[in-house]
Each structure stands twice: as structure tokens, then as C-alpha cells.
């Protein structure tokens, strides 16, 4: 019978051992905890943390590494923690898989299913040590992974990581959100402004037009009329196309690439620009493979012409404008490997200050009136049709813009 009392003690005998064995364990471990955040600089982080668990000695342990640098709030079951979740103001939830009533994994659903918390970024924890549970979590929707009994400075190294990546996406995410509506204004902008230049200039359009139809101009007056007409046109056109200037800054322009003769672009460029020229004594002569065009034949390249025009009148005015008097322009033409190289050569020096940000948005130098947005727009120009444009100042007292361009040999 004492036999029987001694058998029926010792299971019993042996379980209190092993409670107090792991309290014992907890107890240093918590000890552990306080000197660890005793040792570490309180970095306060404002962020508040739901830790959701049943069992009060992992509670604590985990509240005590994260009470110095968190606001922590504490859920015993499920409930309680969709509860709270719902309730607001919680930017990371520790949540453990294997409690009564709701698991964590039903928890898990709960909060991704409902629009005001399936935002909260999730780390399970379990002490488990299948990965199955893990990737069940994570496909979930949480965002990691922590096995119990953890080191706690891990605990709290994970809970910052992931609130500081969390504030970062939301943050680039707020800012994009900034950025779209600012570009929709942005459109908006550029089309009250289109609407509101197309008036005035169709009203312009009309004068020459006009005029023309007069018997009394001589031819000098007709071709002036006729060149104002012409740009006006073109700028009309321009206008319309304004909106698509910014499309080519950000790499979504849509480009409607043609077969053209560039030396026909060049010819009206330089006419168009005569006037400019004259009044300086400068010459400008169009050169193809050492020979003047006018010994025929075309130059062709795969672009679009409303760009290839604006690219050349633009790099060709800006030649004008920083030559001296009664000198000479050289545009040279010359082919390799199937593309068309168009070298654009001055007397004058680029200023060596601004020559490796020459095509740079709104870099000029000595010009009162100048913008710095020719040589940007033609870069860009020479960009979207699949060109490239360079500076080359390795010839004291020249400057030559190089502009290559996609011949029909290179597309096809």
C-alpha cells in the first residue's frame, strides 16, 4: 500500500519538477531580457505593438525586451486581438499560432479580410519548427517568421525592422500618390494652356494668309509671308503637341518613326533661321561627305518630323547665336554603319564650366535671354528617336554638337 502511495507521488513529484524547471528557465530569461535592455540605449521608437499570445510567461518575457522602445499592447486570444486591431493606432502584431479557440492562422484571415487592419504587417510566432506552419503564415500575409523560445534581442531587432519598413512603404506610397496628382495637375495645365495659345494664334494664322491674297507684294514680301505662315503652322502644331514633351521625359512618349530626307529639314531649318544669320554676316552650308548637298541625292533617317525639326532649329540657333560676326556654320553629314551621323560646327568655345552638363535642363551661360532648354529639348528629341547627341570641344576655337540618328539600315 506505501508502495502503491510512492508510485502515485512519483509522476506527480515529476511534473512539479519540470514546472519549476521551467520557470526556472523563464526566470532566466527574463533576467537575461533585463539586462540586455538595461545594456542597449533606449532608441524609443513611437509605434505600438499587439502582442497576441496565451501563454503569460512568454508574455512577459516578450513585453519586457520590447517595453523600453514600444507602446505594447497585450491579447490573450483571438478575439481580443481582432479587438484591438480594429480599434486603431497598432503598427505591428506578434501573433501566436497555436492558442485555444481562434488559431493564429484564423486570426491571420480576420485581419487581412477587413479593410481596416489588413494593412498591419503581421510576424508569427511558434515553437514549432516545421516549415510548412512557416510558409503557410507567410503565404497568409505575413511578413515573418520568429520560433519560441526566441533570443529576445532578435524579438526586437525584427518588431523595428519591419515597423521602420512598413513607415517607409507607406511613406513612398503616400509620396507616389502625391506624385500622380501632381502630374494630373500638371496635364491639366499644359491643356488650359494649349487651348488658351491656340486662339491667339489662329488669329495670327489669318494675317498672312490675308495679305497674300493682295496683287501688290513684291516676291521678297510673298516669301516672308509665306515663312510666317509656315511657322506659325508649325508652332501650331507644336502646341498641340506640347503635352508630349513631358511623355518624352519620362520615357513614355509614343513615337511615330518615318522614313525622312534630312536634308529637306535642314534646308527649311537654315531658311527659316536666315534672317537670324544674315543679320550677323554668317554663312551656313550643308556638307555631305565633303561635297554640298546641292550635288543631290537624299540623307534619309527613321525619326519623326515633328521632332527632327525642333531638334536641328534648336542646335542650329544656338550656333548662330554664340558665333562671332561674319563667320561660317558647317553642317556635315556622313553615314556609319547604317546610321546618320549630322556634326554641327561653330567658331566659339563652350564655357568650361558647363560642358559636361551642356544638354543639361536649363544650363546656359552668357546669353541675357536664354532659358538653357534648346540644347535640353534636343537631346531629348535625338533620345526618343532612339539618337544620341554630344558635345565635342577638342578643336581649340570650335565647338561641334554631334548629333547621330537611326539611318533606314539600322531599324531594319
Not at 481582432?82 to 492562422?105: F, K, Q, T
Not at 516549415?131 to 525584427?158: C, H, M, W
Not at 536634308?263 to 536666315?274: P, Y
Request: proline share 4%.
Amino acid at each position: 500500500m506505501e508502495r502503491r502511495r510512492v508510485l502515485r507521488q512519483a509522476p506527480c513529484s515529476s511534473v512539479f519538477v519540470r514546472i519549476r524547471s521551467i520557470r526556472s528557465v523563464n526566470i532566466d530569461l527574463q533576467q537575461k531580457v533585463v539586462t540586455m535592455i538595461e545594456s542597449e540605449p533606449n532608441t524609443q521608437t513611437y509605434a505600438t505593438v499587439l502582442l497576441v499570445d496565451d501563454q503569460p510567461e512568454q508574455i512577459d518575457v516578450i513585453r519586457a525586451a520590447l517595453d523600453r522602445h514600444f507602446s505594447v499592447k497585450v491579447a490573450s486570444g483571438g478575439k481580443d486581438a481582432l479587438r484591438i486591431a480594429a480599434a486603431g493606432e497598432v503598427d505591428l502584431i506578434l501573433l501566436d499560432i497555436a492558442m485555444p479557440g481562434m488559431s493564429g492562422y484564423e486570426v491571420c484571415c480576420e485581419l487581412k479580410n477587413n479593410q481596416a487592419t489588413s494593412h498591419i504587417p503581421i510576424i508569427f510566432l511558434s515553437t514549432n519548427d516545421s516549415y510548412d506552419d512557416e510558409d503557410i503564415g507567410l503565404q497568409l500575409g505575413a511578413v515573418d517568421f520568429i520560433r519560441k523560445p526566441s533570443n529576445p534581442s532578435i524579438i526586437l531587432t525584427r518588431s523595428r525592422n519591419t515597423i521602420l519598413s512598413h513607415r517607409d512603404h507607406k511613406d513612398l506610397v503616400k509620396r507616389n500618390s502625391e506624385l500622380e496628382r501632381f502630374i494630373k495637375i500638371r496635364e491639366d495645365m499644359e491643356r488650359m494652356s494649349r487651348h488658351d495659345l491656340k486662339g491667339p494664334l489662329s488669329v495670327m494664322l489669318g494675317v498672312p494668309q490675308a495679305l497674300m491674297d493682295e496683287d501688290n507684294l513684291t516676291r521678297e514680301q510673298l516669301s516672308l509671308l509665306k515663312m510666317a505662315e509656315r511657322n506659325g503652322y508649325c508652332m501650331l502644331e507644336m502646341v498641340n503637341k506640347s503635352l508630349d514633351l513631358y511623355k518624352m521625359e519620362v520615357g513614355t512618349y509614343e513615337l511615330k518613326a518615318e522614313k525622312l530626307d534630312l536634308i529637306e529639314i535642314l534646308t527649311r531649318v537654315v531658311n527659316d533661321l536666315g534672317r537670324k544669320s544674315s543679320y550677323k554676316g554668317i554663312t551656313i552650308e550643308i556638307i555631305r561627305d565633303g561635297d554640298h548637298h546641292e550635288n543631290g541625292g537624299q540623307f534619309c533617317v527613321v525619326g519623326e518630323k515633328l521632332l527632327c525639326y525642333p531638334l536641328f532649329s534648336n542646335l542650329v540657333l544656338n550656333a548662330i547665336e554664340a558665333s562671332c560676326d561674319n563667320s561660317e556654320i558647317r553642317i556635315q553629314l556622313s553615314t556609319s554603319n547604317g546610321w546618320r551621323i549630322i556634326r554641327i560646327t561653330n567658331p566659339g568655345e563652350v564655357p568650361p564650366a558647363i560642358r559636361g552638363r551642356f544638354f543639361d535642363k536649363y544650363v546656359t551661360s552668357g546669353k541675357e535671354s536664354g532659358t538653357g532648354l534648346g540644347t535640353y529639348s534636343a537631346w531629348l528629341s535625338a533620345r526618343t528617336q532612339g539618337g544620341t547627341v554630344l558635345l565635342d570641344t577638342s578643336i581649340d576655337g570650335l565647338t561641334s554638337v554631334v548629333v547621330t540618328l537611326p539611318g533606314p539600315e539600322a531599324v531594319s
